[in-house]
């Protein structure tokens, strides 16, 4: 979208509103190949979700699953429809209007992330919120494509007056400094970042455990496996409920379709493994909506069973809300 | 989104742009509870391609489909997670970009249609384009919900430096005066429609033949059935290939999962169901990506063949193009 384009290039306001006043001077516009802004709002009972993407990662496949071979990789892509020599993960945060407050559901890659992502604060304020705006920041686990987003890497908070709520046993984990003397060298660069997010607000930062309400209408679930303390988090209001799967599921065409796999991403195989058939299942027997981190924009639908297997079935967008 | 629900407001332009400013006006702003707008652009080839959705509408399920069963009705529905006491209907139509050309494939509603519609202008001129740049208008048939958007109730052409085309079998029997005399008087009300919307370009319209370019890589294919001149288009530029089977199949939760069903909407039902198993083997067997008008917003995946039967695969949001 034009407007959205200049905004994010810090043209001035009459240069960004012009296109806008009249036909005459739309027609005087360059050629729009903007892509609309990745946000999308909806309804969970009283509560009200948008879904804020903050971009996508392309990714080679070699390395990506460590217990199937590359040729059943490419043929889920294929029957997915997508490119087989590639992976495209997007990143999709939500955002709750919940009990009069604003509450994150993760935050993105902030200015940390690979250069197809940051896209986060623009989709974020072109759906009507500011930062300052929020009351709590929740974090599903401490990868920096969640909690990045919240503190920029020259040091700034950037929600000033969130109090950040993160789950106990992933705190323990990534906080223990004998964990991180004997992590490799690539998981040193992960105990650091989450150090460098989350150290300067060791002292106010809420702990949660599993089985609790963390916001209004948001209860965190075990879904431990992807990382020490991943959470899941089931969201109810009145009749409305959705399972936020977090990193449960990568990919669904490849992760949901195929429960079994294991993803690099995940820091216990066979603990992430057990986890996602766990909440697949009751997603699926329940017919509760879903959100995944890593689904396709808009990042939200059902889990339809079939035989042995599932498929991530999108919701139908709703122009209106 | 606040600006587009300003906008359409008719905001003046200092209140539409103040919320963007800065951070201390934005938090003056009032709580957003709009929707994004509703376009998205994605390429064929060369080709931009961008669709524009123009609201939804609702019915009730009693005679919809004449050859199935209202329970099994309620359970497609049900299957795909939709409600199962009613049809929403979305109605995306394609703005391109092809050879220097600004080409419609269909108009959506205009100010004709229910009241859950007419949102496809605010959303067109969002994604940065204007009426009066649009080269050339194709309609797939002549149901008010694609045509009307050319011209407005009270007479104004929309598109006004456009060529309207048009299907030469569909406006052979609209415009044939026996028929629309012999009509019921419902079919009278779309009989007199497109001569409102027609009647007055009668001498300039261009009447295209089926597999002939209709603009720029844009090629017409028979899909008779749903309407007498009912019209498909093969969209080429280069490698890229797309099916746009307008009105072929309504939502696809019911018609491409169950090919065989009747739906209310088909003029000659026997005659659709034919021509959409034949156009849905074609993208299935060639994978091509295909666009319907009614599939939920963007409305663009790929026909995977299942059995006998068929499911369309959503292609996965790209937010940045």
Chains 1, 2 share one sequence.
């Not at 979700?49 to 217990?67: C, K, Y």
């Not at 984990?173 to 105990?191: I, L, P, Q, V, Y």
């Not at 990382?227 to 977090?246: D, E």
């Amino acid at each position: 979208m034009i407007l959205n384009r200049r905004l994010a290039l810090g043209a001035t306001l009459a240069a960004t509103a012009a296109p806008f006043i009249s036909s005459t001077q739309a027609q005087q516009a360059p050629v729009p190949v903007g892509q609309v802004t990745s946000y999308y709002r909806y309804r969970v009972g009283d509560i009200e979700v948008t879904a804020v993407n903050d971009g996508t990662f392309s990714r080679p496949l070699d390395g990506l699953i460590s217990n199937a071979p590359l040729p059943e990789v490419k043929k889920a892509l294929i029957d997915a429809f997508l490119p087989d020599d590639k992976l495209t993960i997007p990143f999709t945060s939500l955002v709750l209007r919940t009990g009069g407050k604003l509450v994150l559901i993760d935050a993105g890659n902030g200015n940390n992330g690979p250069a197809t992502t940051g896209a986060w604060m623009r989709n974020f304020r072109a759906a009507g919120f500011d930062p300052a705006e929020v009351d709590q920041v929740v974090f599903s686990h401490f990868h920096s494509d969640h909690i990045s987003g919240s503190r920029l890497k020259d040091g700034t908070a950037v929600f000033p007056r969130a109090e950040l709520a993160v789950p106990a046993a992933e705190w323990a984990f990534w906080m223990d400094d004998a964990r991180m003397a004997a992590a490799s060298e690539a998981m040193k660069g992960a105990f650091a970042n989450v150090r460098r997010v989350l150290g300067p607000v060791a002292g106010t930062v809420k702990r949660f455990e599993w089985d609790r309400e963390v916001a209004p209408g948001v209860t965190a679930i075990n879904a431990v496996g992807h990382t020490p303390g991943h959470t899941a988090f089931a969201i109810t209001s009145g009749a409305g409920r959705m399972l936020v799967l977090s990193d449960t599921a990568n990919h669904p065409a490849l992760f949901v379709r195929n429960p079994d796999w294991s993803g690099v991403f995940d820091m216990d195989g066979d603990q992430a493994r057990s986890t996602r058939r766990r909440l697949l299942d009751m997603a699926a027997a329940d017919r509760m909506q879903v959100a995944f981190y890593h689904a396709p924009f808009p990042a939200t639908g059902f889990i339809a069973r079939e035989g042995n297997t599932f498929r991530m079935v999108p919701v139908d967008w709703q122009p209106a809300i």
